[in-house]
């Protein structure tokens, strides 16, 4: 009997869970939280300086590429040169 009526229980909250329509607006709403932490912005189309880091709903995300300085390397000689 005890077993019966978990199983009812669980039935019953299985059934009764979020509907699909609440699940997918609720992960539009964390694709486009996670779009603008990384400074990006949900826009119809990215320009040239931006790229894609991912999809909020239908439109991509664009985030602005940062500038990096190129790395000079510098040869450092430890011996005695004849």
């Not at 005890?2 to 009812?8: D, M």
């Not at 039935?11 to 539009?28: A, F, M």
């Amino acid at each position: 009997m005890k077993i019966l009526c978990i199983f009812l229980i669980f039935v019953l909250t299985v059934s009764c869970g979020p509907s699909v329509s609440q699940k997918k607006t609720k992960e539009d709403a964390g694709r486009k939280r996670e779009c603008y932490l990384v400074r990006g912005a949900c826009k119809s189309s990215c320009n040239s300086w931006e790229y894609i880091y991912n999809y909020c709903s239908t439109e991509p995300c664009c985030v602005v590429r940062e500038y990096q300085k190129p790395v000079s390397k510098s040869i450092n000689f430890t011996g005695d040169i004849l």
